[in-house]
């Protein structure tokens, strides 16, 4: 099927209902129960076999068309996160803290619109699309492995996934092959010093001053231990000390993201981290508690699924650069599926016209609601084009 942008026109409008519905009612991960009731209620009112309750509150739908072809899965997240919405907007969610604040609400709407697509064209649709609409994308371990646990991708033979990026213009897309998102890993360090009074510094064991040498001297890991050539980050993002302005602190807490795309660094990083907590606190005198927590897997898209995508950008889009992209340094666990199906993961433009579109994962995070169109059109078409086997 040839699917252009009149043909799914008329599906806009229901597109943005939807996205603004599940915009003003968030749900965090693995809570998503409203969330997932409205998604089933529409796809069991248009005809698709669903399961509910899959990885908790997930959802796995199942089409089969026409006409003789492969099973496509096509994933969406559900979930959204603990940030209160500043935006002042009819849609802004109305509950308190928590929020849309990376596209997921569009993500839901645009894969419910390619649902209801192929139940108008099911007669002409070759092989089986199977819709996954899955929770807890933004919480380790994630939802996608249990997704697969739960026999999710029994029967797929390739799988894509679309998200909505605001630093990209709308009408834009890009993907690449092979690496292309980074694992999220995550740090936890106590650190157990001595409190005392602020008027007698010596009598103490002052473990604020431990946890700011540290959060300096950790930055030297990127910086003077990885290759240059290579990629790496660490960010701490979370540092908490003291209770008073006259008592030293007894203890400080802090906590950061670690980014790499592959075993071999994370190794690296994780062992100079261990290193440099051990001797910082030691020079402090202070004990100190450190966890690692590993993340998802690097998003590593198949060389040949990337290649259909590129071309398939490059049709649809013909005027957005369809060539492949950097690597980023966020991450995703679509990686799962991808470790157990070849598919391919991009990312589809939704920034503003403006250009004053607020970051992901920021209280004024919006998307340019056109977006959705494209991503929905890029679904169809990619979708139609591996049931085929059209490479």
């Given at each position: 099927?040839?699917?252009?942008?009149?043909?799914?026109?008329?599906?806009?409008?229901?597109?943005?209902?939807?996205?603004?519905?599940?915009?003003?009612?968030?749900?965090?991960?693995?809570?998503?129960?409203?969330?997932?009731?409205?998604?089933?209620?529409?796809?069991?009112?248009?005809?698709?076999?669903?399961?509910?309750?899959?990885?908790?509150?997930?959802?796995?739908?199942?089409?089969?068309?026409?006409?003789?072809?492969?099973?496509?899965?096509?994933?969406?997240?559900?979930?959204?996160?603990?940030?209160?919405?500043?935006?002042?907007?009819?849609?802004?969610?109305?509950?308190?803290?928590?929020?849309?604040?990376?596209?997921?609400?569009?993500?839901?709407?645009?894969?419910?619109?390619?649902?209801?697509?192929?139940?108008?064209?099911?007669?002409?649709?070759?092989?089986t699309r199977v819709f996954l609409f899955q929770p807890g994308e933004e919480m380790l371990?994630?939802?996608?492995?249990?997704?697969?646990?739960?026999?999710?991708?029994?029967g797929v033979d390739a799988i894509y996934g679309v998200h909505l990026w605001s630093p990209?213009?709308?009408?834009?897309?890009?993907?690449?092959?092979?690496?292309?998102?980074?694992?999220?890993?995550?740090?936890?360090?106590?650190?157990?010093g001595r409190g005392g009074h602020g008027g007698l510094p010596h009598e103490s064991r002052?473990?604020?001053?431990?946890?700011?040498?540290?959060?300096?001297?950790?930055?030297?890991?990127?910086?003077?231990?990885?290759?240059?050539?290579?990629?790496?980050?660490?960010?701490?993002?979370?540092?908490?000390?003291?209770?008073?302005?006259?008592?030293?602190?007894?203890?400080?807490?802090?906590?950061?993201?670690?980014?790499?795309?592959?075993?071999?660094?994370?190794?690296?990083?994780?062992?100079?981290?261990?290193?440099?907590?051990?001797?910082?606190?030691?020079?402090?005198?202070?004990?100190?508690?450190?966890?690692?927590?590993?993340?998802?897997?690097?998003?590593?898209?198949?060389?040949?699924?990337?290649?259909?995508?590129?071309?398939?950008?490059?049709?649809?889009?013909?005027?957005?650069?369809?060539?492949?992209?950097?690597?980023?340094?966020?991450?995703?666990?679509?990686?799962?599926?991808?470790?157990?199906?070849?598919?391919?993961?991009?990312?589809?433009?939704?920034?503003?016209?403006?250009?004053?579109?607020?970051?992901?994962?920021?209280?004024?995070?919006?998307?340019?609601?056109?977006?959705?169109?494209?991503?929905?059109?890029?679904?169809?078409?990619?979708?139609?084009?591996?049931?085929?086997?059209?490479?």
């Open positions: 099927m040839t699917v252009n942008e009149q043909t799914l026109q008329p599906l806009y409008g229901e597109m943005v209902k939807w996205r603004r519905h599940l915009h003003r009612h968030p749900e965090l991960s693995f809570q998503e129960h409203e969330t997932s009731a409205m998604i089933a209620a529409l796809l069991e009112e248009w005809g698709l076999e669903v399961r509910r309750g899959v990885a908790g509150t997930g959802i796995v739908a199942r089409l089969a068309g026409g006409l003789p072809g492969r099973t496509i899965a096509l994933r969406s997240d559900i979930d959204a996160l603990p940030i209160q919405d500043a935006k002042d907007c009819e849609y802004r969610s109305t509950v308190p803290g928590v929020m849309h604040a990376c596209g997921h609400d569009g993500h839901m709407a645009e894969l419910l619109a390619v649902a209801k697509y192929y139940s108008l064209h099911r007669a002409e649709t070759a092989g371990p994630g939802g996608a492995i249990r997704m697969i646990e739960d026999g999710a991708l029994d990209l213009p709308c009408g834009a897309a890009t993907t690449r092959p092979g690496p292309f998102m980074a694992t999220p890993d995550e740090f936890e360090i106590e650190i157990i002052d473990a604020l001053l431990a946890g700011a040498s540290l959060v300096s001297a950790l930055q030297t890991i990127v910086s003077r231990s990885v290759n240059p050539l290579d990629a790496a980050v660490l960010s701490v993002c979370r540092f908490s000390a003291g209770t008073a302005n006259n008592v030293i602190a007894a203890g400080s807490k802090l906590a950061g993201t670690v980014r790499s795309f592959n075993k071999e660094m994370r190794a690296l990083v994780r062992g100079r981290m261990e290193e440099i907590v051990k001797h910082t606190c030691e020079m402090h005198g202070c004990d100190y508690r450190f966890r690692f927590i590993e993340g998802y897997p690097p998003v590593v898209n198949d060389e040949r699924e990337a290649s259909r995508v590129l071309r398939i950008i490059g049709e649809l889009l013909p005027d957005t650069a369809s060539g492949p992209c950097e690597r980023i340094m966020a991450g995703e666990d679509f990686s799962y599926y991808l470790e157990r199906k070849p598919g391919c993961f991009f990312f589809v433009g939704a920034g503003k016209p403006e250009g004053s579109s607020a970051p992901h994962h920021h209280p004024m995070f919006d998307i340019e609601e056109k977006a959705m169109l494209h991503a929905a059109r890029l679904l169809i078409a990619v979708a139609d084009d591996a049931a085929l086997d059209l490479l």
